[in-house]
């Protein structure tokens, strides 16, 4: 059952990242456009720069879409091999790699024409502009979407986060271009470039450090603190256990969860086995990103076991548990008193014996 629900969530998050597809056909046409512009009417190097930078966000989001397939397969569901989910952490860190050295070329060749008085034509900032109204609409999408679901796809926050830094790339160069025609300043157009370049590449890091993170297994402190905050949650709502530790290890878009809880010492093996398998299945429902989920449930080893009380939730949750629970404490409070009652008449009866018994013996010796 858990499996099967795991399944269900990588399927739902493989269709909502259709979307992808689109941003991808998009940058491979703006590419194209920059390129005819290049060739065909104005020879500049503001113009290549931008047609490489589509050119490259089209592949490298391409390659997160191979990726996400790869690990979506029927093979990686039938072996449970969830790990492979990594391997998007490691395209978005790729992906970061490249825009990040096209950014760098962009600010060396600002540097370079920082003497140089050529203009760059004026019908350039429409293409720039353009192209940040495109990224801006884009970025909106993927933001609303992440927003709309409660599973966060690093995919889509990649493609978020990227079209962010391309609006204030694209808009910053093409207002640049327009300021520098107007006021016959071409050093306006290089130093913001500069600027903006060094905006990009520290908004890359940013990306790249939390791929990275994902990538070890260690994960954002952020989402992290959150999933684990959503375990504790359910646990505490659903279940009559005490959790001592959980643990939260991120794969790329997901997370698996392990569970570690505190149980009465006279809980056998096959109740702790039924209990562990409801509470993981119940984990990875309820908790969005959590695909898997391993409960461990270890004996209360202190000698004075707090009474805790059962929650309202747990019995609508766990109806049957919740009555086995009930009766048996019953069956044992019961057991105790009728115990109690007998060792007291068996008490009573050892105190009335002899005194019975010395009576008849005075009756023998008087006859």
């Known amino acids: 059952m858990g499996r099967r629900l795991a399944v269900r969530k990588v399927l739902r998050l493989a269709r909502e990242l259709r979307f992808v597809n689109y941003v991808v056909l998009i940058s491979l046409s703006l590419s194209a456009i920059g ?8 020879p500049s190097t503001v113009v290549l720069m931008e047609g490489f930078v589509w050119l490259v966000e089209a592949l490298t989001f391409f390659g997160l879409l191979i990726t996400f397939r790869i690990a979506v397969s029927k093979a990686v569901f039938y072996g449970a091999r969830y790990e492979i989910f990594r391997t998007e952490s490691f395209a978005v860190i790729i992906v970061a790699i490249a825009a990040g050295a096209i950014t760098l070329f962009n ?13 760059t034509p004026i019908t350039v900032s429409s293409y720039l502009l353009a192209s940040a ?3 801006y609409v884009l970025s909106r999408k993927t933001k609303s979407i992440l927003e709309r679901r409660k599973i966060l796809s690093l995919t889509v926050k990649t493609v978020e986060e990227k079209l962010s830094l391309d609006v204030v790339f694209e808009a910053g160069a093409g207002i640049a271009i327009l300021a520098s025609n107007i006021i016959f300043m071409p050093i306006i157009e290089n130093i913001a470039a500069i600027i903006m370049g060094f905006y990009v590449i520290i908004g890359l890091i940013l990306i790249a450090k939390d791929a990275f993170l994902n990538l ?3 994960g954002v402190p952020k989402l992290i603190n959150k999933t684990r905050r959503e375990v504790f949650s359910i646990i505490r709502r659903t279940t009559f256990f005490k959790p001592r530790r ?10 698996e969860a392990e569970i570690w809880l505190e149980a009465r010492p006279d809980l056998t093996l096959n109740e702790a086995y039924r209990h562990s398998v409801t509470i993981a299945r119940e984990v990875i429902r309820r908790v969005g990103r959590v695909i898997r989920a391993i409960v461990i449930i270890i004996p209360q080893l202190r000698k004075s076991l707090v009474k805790q009380r059962t929650p309202i939730r747990y019995q609508k949750v766990y109806p049957r548990q919740y009555k086995e629970k009930i009766v048996k404490s019953k069956v044992k409070a019961f057991k105790k008193s009728e115990g109690v009652a007998f060792q007291k008449s068996r008490s009573k009866a050892k105190t009335i014996r002899p005194s019975s018994s010395m009576k008849t013996r005075s009756k023998g010796e008087e006859h």
Do not use: P
């Open 216 to 218: 070890i297994g260690i």
């Open 107 to 119: 600010i060396v060749h600002a540097f370079e024409g920082m003497g140089e008085g050529h203009l």
């Open 35 to 42: 390129f005819a512009l290049y060739l065909l009417y104005i």
């Open 246 to 255: 959980v643990r939260i290890t991120s794969l790329g878009s997901f997370a």
């Open 133 to 135: 109204a495109i990224s």
